[in-house]
């Protein structure tokens, strides 16, 4: 069972109490997730957080042109969720799934995936009643902003080929996993300047 | 007393006790700073959380070619800190001022300013003996990571004017502090071309 995985990860960050473990496999809600399948979609609200448990998403936003712009990959172990909609809402409508701000992202699945989510109402009783959660969840936040930091540090500081080597070094299996334009997409470029970086790069 | 100041702006999060009070009060190290004086320098360990009690600080990087790239302005009631290199630290050496990641941004004021300081060994110790904190600083941590993702989508998927007109509205107070010099980096474009917008927003 797949919130054994949860449970897992929450214990590698912080361990958890019997009661603890309980209280997560209460509110985890797997799902099975089909390749390029939406789990969230622009004018939505985010209701949900989401654990990866196998599998890859993107999130991204589309542009006055219909282009696609990657704002985050997710995979393994990791969490996706669009924050500012998510919390958007206030107590008094946590149960209202038309409260908050919609989403200006989609998140959709790149390979066929597994899922745990949790839904807003589960995870402030979660906070509420374990405050161990919010210290587990201030630090998945805060690795989460330090990445989104580096990104924008490396968008208006380096080029384009810094980016896509820096890319290479934080990850490595994405690299592998993730078509081309994917890539692309996330450093900001076109497909064929990325191809040319390639080029430059392996005859070095 | 401008620990007061914190413990207000706290207990508008969430309440404390008079103990979490008297834990705030003995750890907060309050500090002025001239215009233009650092409180952070690129390779410099970042070791503390930073307060804005009254002022305006600007955070960025310098690129290779010695451009300044502003990641973030803070004021009044917000926080400043090189996240990265500020968590880097393993637990072992939070007292060490020289362990950790270097930090690549500088934090500079743009006004004289008032600013209460935590060191890292201390809020760590607020988080473990004072669980509250961990949600407080959970919910601040969200907050600038929404803020983070929207300037990211901004960056990617809308034009200069757009941004331009979005940061009046988002820091409506900013926008008459602040120099266009500054506005400009923080849009990721020029002066002269913000003094162009400026025009064309004024003549509409």
Redesign the interface.
């Known amino acids: 069972m797949s919130t054994q995985k949860l449970i897992t990860y929450f214990n590698n960050l912080l361990p958890l109490s019997d009661e603890e473990g309980d209280a997560v496999a209460s509110v985890a809600m797997e799902r099975k997730i089909k390749r390029r399948q939406f789990i969230l979609q622009e004018g939505d609200r985010c209701r949900h957080y989401t654990f990866i448990v196998s599998g890859c998403f993107k999130m991204y936003?589309?542009?006055?042109v219909g282009?696609e712009?990657n704002?985050q990959f997710g995979t393994e172990n990791e969490w996706l969720t669009d924050?500012?909609s998510f919390?958007s809402v206030k107590p008094a409508d946590f149960k209202n799934p038309n409260a908050g701000i919609p989403s200006?992202?989609f998140i959709e699945a790149i390979e066929p995936s597994v899922i745990i989510q949790i839904e807003r109402t589960d995870l402030v009783f979660l906070?509420e009643h374990y405050?161990?959660f919010?210290?587990i969840?201030?630090v998945i936040?805060?690795?989460?902003?330090?990445e989104?930091?580096?990104?924008?540090?490396q968008?208006?500081?380096?080029t384009a080929e810094q980016r896509y080597s820096a890319f290479l070094m934080q990850y490595p299996d994405l690299s592998q996993r993730l078509p081309n334009t994917q890539i692309a997409s996330f450093l900001?470029i076109t497909p064929e300047f990325l191809s040319t970086i390639r080029k430059t790069i392996g005859s070095k």
Do not use: C, W, Y
């Open positions: 936003s589309v542009d006055a282009k712009h704002v924050m500012a919390h200006k992202l906070f405050p161990k919010n210290r969840f201030r936040t805060e690795n989460n902003f330090i989104l930091q580096n990104r924008v540090l968008n208006i500081s380096t900001g």
